[in-house]
Nanobody, 127 residues
Framework: QVQLVESGGGLVQAGGSLRLSCAAS????????MGWFRQTVGKEREFVAA????????GYATSVKGRFTISRDNAQNTVYLQMNSLKPEDTAVYYC????????????????????WGQGTQVTVSS
């Protein structure tokens, strides 16, 4: 089974940038669709971005489209989330998730589609 560890979170001013990393171990992630989600206290986990197992297809939440970019390096067993033009409303714990995928182009928007989760990394955007 794959294990996931997120890193790269922190405190940044509005308008700034962060790059989150999700390092996988235990299995080669080339067979997994990957996603990023975020959650704040008292709210449900929210979809941010997802990428197919070969990196050829991606999807984004409307709230982050044009500001965030998901990418993956299967040789390094790592998935990234580049976050630009950050806003205070982007403040949350960000989670990486993985699921075994049957096709090169598939990715998923809902948490229930993902079998494996990381522990999360805090992102705080100050105004």
């Amino acid at each position: 089974q794959v294990q996931l560890v997120e890193s790269g979170g922190g405190l940044v001013q509005a308008g700034g940038s962060l790059r989150l990393s999700c390092a996988a171990s235990g299995r080669i992630i080339g067979n997994y669709a990957m996603g990023w989600f975020r959650q704040t206290v008292g709210k449900e986990r929210e979809f941010v971005a997802a990428i197919s197992r070969n990196g050829g297809s991606t999807g984004y939440a409307t709230s982050v489209k044009g500001r965030f970019t998901i990418s993956r390096d299967n040789a390094q067993n790592t998935v990234y989330l580049q976050m630009n033009s950050l806003k205070p409303e982007d403040t949350a714990v960000y989670y990486c998730a993985a699921t075994s995928s049957p096709s090169d182009g598939a990715f998923y928007y809902t948490p229930r589609n993902y079998a494996t989760w990381g522990q999360g990394t805090q992102v705080t955007v100050s105004s």
